[in-house]
């Protein structure tokens, strides 16, 4: 069975920096294109962050380009998304999933809130 695992959120301030971290069990991370997806408050989810199985490739959400950066820590199984200058609009739930036929794939992790507010 396929589990993701999100943690280190938390409530910062406006232009903080956070890490969160997805660990994987029942699949390798490396084998599989991945994203991470949030969903803020009164609105559906969306994804922010694409990486492809070998790591090569990044795409990102506009309004994350140039502060979120996604990449595989394949020695823990884990997708991991570094967040910097966070703004509050940046306020969700962020998952990680696996990317499918163009679009993120089951939301099978709890989550871990992330709140920007000064």
């Not at 922010?48 to 795409?59: D, E, Y």
């Not at 499918?100 to 709140?115: C, F, P, S």
Request: proline share 3%; aromatic share 10%; charged share 20%.
């Amino acid at each position: 069975e396929v589990q993701f695992v999100e943690s280190g959120g938390g409530m910062v301030q406006p232009g903080e920096s956070l890490r969160l971290s997805c660990a994987a069990s029942g699949l390798m991370v490396s084998n599989y294109d991945m994203c991470w997806v949030r969903q803020g408050p009164g609105t559906g989810p969306e994804w922010v962050a694409m990486m492809n199985l070998g790591g090569q490739r990044t795409f990102y959400e506009d309004s994350v380009e140039g502060r979120f950066t996604i990449s595989k820590d394949n020695a823990k199984n884990a997708l991991v998304l570094q967040r910097d200058n966070l703004k509050p609009e940046d306020t969700a739930v962020y998952y990680c999933a696996l990317w499918r036929a163009g679009d993120y794939d089951e939301l099978r992790g709890q989550g871990t809130q992330v709140t920007v507010s000064s």
